[in-house]
């Protein structure tokens, strides 16, 4: 049997394809189930952005499964048949839905931080991208009016466009998408840079949400790399060139997904590291007290005779208990105002509750935590701020005016 690179003079690309499709998948799939997993347990749900990405995933996936079928079932060939054509240009669009829904699920997430002229911008961008993704779909099974190998049944009958315009246009919808990852890419700064938070956490966080700056790149290097007049070379390495430039479009989807969830991924590194750095000093603690445990042992005792004796004095006399409400700490005098606490790491969805908490108003008198014992009689505070019950004052006994009111005791604490 003939080979098809000895028959068609082509080199395959399938191997190198398939290899750089999956394991980009592989890395999408494994973030966002990250991404996922981490939101439903930590109770903050899915919202539209994380949904978006779902959908984005699933086409991701059927658009690999479909390439590699193309390129296992008669890709790399000098003529392609109808079917063949039919296949790509399913793939095609698949490939422009997966770039405009993965961009726009992280608008949507920016929608939830941002103001009503931020919002404004956003919501442009969305539009403005679907619409050239769905004018782009449409060329793709257009019919082209220059072009006899056009004038087939699959594609739309009752008009044609010209083919180099039809060109041109998909070219400026590449470039509209490389100035879409730098404008969201940019956008948190503008967004988180106001917050009042420290600064180094402000630039780990705008950092964080502004990765997809490497997707900006891969989308232009890879938009230069197709202009160059080589790629339209029908020599042994045009199948060859086809088959990067479609890893190079699945890089762009995949790492969009990704850079979405790594800032949420963020605030669960930082308990893993806590986790860790709390158990390595747990175990140096063991390590430390293993040597004194005779002694401990020995404190133990002594102490528990202590408190046996002290408990023995205690029942001679009874004693008026009464216990304080849990009081919560106040913020410190700095901090007060601030939506978080500088040492926490926070994801998007953490960020958009802060900017709410922070347009709170301030307590007013009396919304705070006052002392109660476990009496309904009333209570008040000495000069020395001891807390002490005491019940209204009675009318004095007949025949004892000796001292009534009683006098104050000292408050036990």
């Not at 590291?273 to 140096?284: E, F, I, P, W, Y």
């Not at 408990?311 to 001679?316: L, S």
């Not at 926490?344 to 014992?373: C, F, M, N």
Request: include cysteine; charged fraction near 20%.
């Amino acid at each position: 049997m003939i080979s098809p690179r000895a028959e068609h003079h082509y080199i395959s690309p399938e191997r190198e394809v398939n290899a750089g499709l999956w394991t980009l998948f592989s890395g999408a799939t494994l973030f966002l189930s990250l991404r996922l997993w981490c939101k439903l347990t930590r109770g903050h749900g899915l919202w539209y952005d994380d949904h978006i990405l779902v959908i984005s995933w699933i086409i991701l996936l059927m658009n690999d499964a479909l390439i590699s079928y193309e390129f296992a079932t008669g890709y790399v060939v000098d003529k392609w048949d109808d079917r063949m054509h039919i296949l790509i240009n399913i793939s095609s669009c698949g490939t422009l839905l997966g770039q405009t829904w993965t961009k726009t699920a992280f608008a949507v997430t920016l929608l939830r931080m941002s103001n009503r002229w931020q919002q404004y911008i956003l919501w442009f961008c969305i539009a403005t991208m679907n619409a050239y993704m769905a004018v782009k779909m449409v060329f793709q099974w257009a019919r082209y009016c220059d072009e006899a190998s056009y004038q087939v049944w699959y594609r739309i009958p009752g008009f044609c466009i010209n083919a180099t315009f039809a060109d041109d246009f998909k070219e400026g919808g590449n470039t509209y998408n490389i100035i879409m990852d730098f404008v969201f890419a940019l956008f948190p700064w503008l967004i988180t840079w106001r917050l009042n938070i420290k600064r180094y956490e402000k630039a780990a966080l705008c950092v964080t949400m502004s990765l997809g700056l490497l997707v900006a790149i891969i989308s232009a290097v890879r938009t230069v790399w197709k202009s160059k007049p080589i790629m339209h070379v029908h020599d042994a390495w045009y199948m060859w060139r086809n088959g990067q430039s479609m890893v190079w479009y699945s890089a762009e989807i995949c790492g969009t997904i990704i850079v979405q969830c790594i800032p949420i991924l963020r605030p669960f590194l930082r308990e893993i590291h806590s986790s860790l750095t709390s158990r390595k000093l747990g175990d140096t603690e063991a390590g430390r007290t293993t040597g004194g445990w005779r002694s401990n042992v020995d404190g133990k005792r002594a102490s528990s005779t202590i408190t046996s004796a002290a408990h023995d004095d205690t029942k001679k006399a009874p004693v008026e208990s009464f216990a304080l409400r849990k009081i919560p700490e106040e913020a410190a005098a700095d901090t007060i105002g601030q939506a978080w606490e500088p040492h926490t790491s926070y994801s998007p969805s953490e960020v958009d509750r802060a900017i709410k908490a922070s347009h709170t108003g301030p307590l007013q008198p009396g919304d705070g935590w006052p002392l109660s014992a476990h009496t309904d009689v009333g209570s008040h505070v000495d000069e020395d701020s001891h807390y002490e019950p005491w019940a209204e004052p009675a009318a004095a006994p007949s025949g004892e005016t000796a001292l009534w009111p009683p006098p104050r005791r000292p408050a036990r604490v």
